[in-house]
């Protein structure tokens, strides 16, 4: 039994829901770490399909404790949104529970990331408008609210007041609009307490019982790499750290507990909202990628930017994730491509580029040196081993690998849950 943390490896939607919700069938505890409700971790399964933007990926299992950790930022109307639905589809939600450490996503968070974009007009993250940046940010500056707040009224009073009084400020001067109530506000947040109270406790030490017991526990990561902050296309990132080591801070455990770390990547790239993308295809090929895959949000519904597999992006994201195996997914959609590229370094100006550079001005004058090399035309949605694979798909797996300097060791061949082909990794590269 052993501690997994399952990252995203690229721009996110890689396909982490349709992988936990595989790997939590021998899990006891599924926790997620980081994030909101921008992402949404698509599940099908025999209980139907399901987007999930908080609730983590092994609530389809009754023997997985589900956590959310105190990394996440939670929207109470969007959580209690997501339990109705997995009810209304016979899924128990009982064993979920809600750190109270985990910062609560407020109406002036979602109504200032709107704003916000706005005001950025043609320089726009293209952010999910879910209050994200607003709520992380008033978490550093120390002016959030945290759900465990939710369970003591007199406390969720005083912060709520702090806060509006100062976004209320914003909101009038700046924007010249209505200020936010502060008893509509209560009113409606301790509704939400009321009914999620039974969920909210100390998960540090659920998570803690967990792994000194030797359960088998699975962190669940949110965006990908090359959204973190610090690492990723600053600014056009997501502002919490999607990265595996956001999984010790986001679950309350240390980096020595962690036994696999699990990078997801998509056989090819896709990117949604602004920013540098070195393989983006805007042709036919982009097209038939985005229309095979249905490559639209999970969350917003917006249209993928789609393209090639971008290797030195793909090898920063295993070096700063720390990986030690892969899931490609989506290797279907390449079925009966003639052949595929594989981007392994930027040309820039006159030089080559084989690391992935910090400043995006840089990377958005990148281009692409791509290697070419053969696809295959039969159908593979249907295998379940990896030597029944063809030779082609094979090869460009072990590609991949090499240029990776990681092993994968699940591949998925479509968005059910069964469509997935382990991989011994031991020995097969690197
Ligand atoms: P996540 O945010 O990383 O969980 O990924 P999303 O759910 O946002 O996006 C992944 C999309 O790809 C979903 O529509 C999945 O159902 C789908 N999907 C996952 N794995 C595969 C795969 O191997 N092949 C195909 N064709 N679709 C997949
Ligand atoms: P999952 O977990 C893909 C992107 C947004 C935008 C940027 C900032 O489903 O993989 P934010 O709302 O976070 O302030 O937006 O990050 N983004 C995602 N892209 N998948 C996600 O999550 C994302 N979550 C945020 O599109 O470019
Ligand atoms: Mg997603």
Request: proline share 6%; with cysteine; hydrophobic share 35%.
């Amino acid at each position: 039994m052993s501690v997994m943390t399952v990252v995203g490896g690229q721009w996110g939607d890689e396909g982490k829901g349709k992988i936990v919700d595989l790997l939590a069938e021998k899990a006891n505890m599924v926790v997620r770490f980081s994030g909101g409700d921008n992402a949404g971790h698509t599940v099908i399964n025999p209980y139907g399909e399901f987007r999930l933007h908080l609730i983590p990926s092994g609530i389809f299992y009754p023997q997985v404790t589900c956590i959310i950790g105190n990394g996440v930022a939670i929207n109470p109307e969007v959580l209690l949104g997501e339990i109705d639905v997995l009810h209304q589809h016979g899924v128990s939600t009982d064993r979920l529970f809600i750190s109270d450490r985990a910062h609560l996503i407020m109406p002036y968070h979602t109504l200032l990331d709107g704003l916000e974009e706005e005001g950025r007009s043609e320089r726009a993250l293209g952010t999910t408008r879910k209050g994200i940046g607003p709520v992380f940010a008033d978490k550093a500056a120390r002016l959030g609210i945290r759900v465990g707040d939710l369970l003591n009224p007199e406390t969720f009073r005083r912060r709520l007041e702090a806060a509006l009084a100062f976004k209320n400020t914003i909101l009038t001067r700046v924007y010249e609009l209505p200020p936010l109530s502060l008893d509509d506000t209560l009113a409606q947040y301790l509704r939400y307490g009321e009914q999620l109270a039974p969920r909210i406790k100390d998960t540090v030490s659920t998570i803690r019982e967990a792994v000194d017991r030797g359960d088998s526990v699975l962190l669940e990561g949110a965006q990908g790499a090359l959204l973190d902050p610090d690492f990723g296309t600053y600014p056009f990132v997501t502002s919490s750290s999607p990265l595996a080591g956001a999984s010790c801070v986001g679950a309350g455990l240390g980096p020595r507990e962690i036994d696999h770390v699990m990078g997801v990547f998509k056989a090819y790239n896709t990117r949604v909202g602004a920013g540098p993308m070195p393989t983006e295809l805007d042709d036919e090929t982009g097209n038939l990628i985005r229309e095979k895959a249905g490559e639209y949000g999970a969350t917003t519904g917006r249209p993928r930017r789609c393209g090639w597999f971008d290797a030195v992006a793909g090898r920063f994201s295993v070096q700063i994730n720390g990986l030690s195996e892969i899931a490609l997914t989506h290797l279907d959609i390449y079925d009966g491509f003639p052949s595929i590229m594989i981007c392994t370094a930027y040309k820039f100006q006159e030089e080559v580029l084989t690391s992935f550079p910090g400043d995006p001005a840089t990377l958005e004058k990148c281009s692409p040196i791509y290697e070419e090399v053969a696809g295959w035309e039969e159908p593979i949605n249907e295998i379940q081993d990896y030597e029944s694979l063809p030779a082609e798909a094979r090869d460009y797996m072990s590609r991949l690998e090499s240029l990776l300097s990681c092993p994968v060791s699940l591949v998925s061949v479509g968005p059910d849950r069964k469509q997935i082909i382990p991989i011994e990794a031991v020995g097969r590269c690197c």
